[in-house]
């Protein structure tokens, strides 16, 4: 019986895009961005919706300040974790109005309540303006996180 053991030294592909290092940094930003928000609602007795402008400007410039040199970064990433950063945190804020109203804790608020009721609490508390400025901030985050980059070194 004869092994035979073949060295063959195939060439190595390097991904042409980092998504793990930008994603778990912009997720961390958003996290941050939440617990901010959240608190600073509290505070002001307000759902701030001005406030999804600042997060997006600040997950797109953490993860494009901690980018490396040459590093190609998928587009979504910025965009998409200000989404999820607006959505958890509208979701929390809502579910303490919730407990402040019905006198229950805000975990129970906040895993209890449906989207239905979510959605109905969201358009009787917001204004024209504040959906505006909700929907801006994923597009200013996009716009922060690539500007001034030459578009054939970025990846969908």
């Known amino acids: 019986c ?38 600073f609602s509290a505070r002001m007795d307000s759902a701030v919706p001005w406030f999804a402008l600042i997060a997006g400007l600040d997950i797109a ?38 407990s402040y109203a019905g006198g229950f804790n805000i975990t129970d608020s906040a895993s209890q309540m449906g989207n239905g009721l979510f959605q109905q609490l969201l358009l009787l508390r917001l204004a024209p303006s504040d959906w505006l400025m909700l929907s801006a901030a994923p597009v200013l985050a996009y716009v922060l996180a690539h500007a001034y980059t030459n578009d054939r070194h970025q990846s969908l």
């Open 2 to 39: 004869w092994l035979v053991y073949l060295n063959i030294q195939l060439p190595v592909s390097k991904p042409t895009t980092s998504t793990f290092k930008p994603l778990a940094i912009s997720l961390f930003v958003a996290l941050i961005m939440t617990v901010a928000w959240f608190v």
């Open 61 to 98: 410039l953490f993860e494009r300040w901690t980018r490396s040199k040459g590093q190609r970064v998928a587009k979504w990433i910025a965009p998409f974790t200000t989404l999820l950063c607006i959505v958890v945190s509208l979701w929390l804020i809502t579910a303490l109005s919730v």
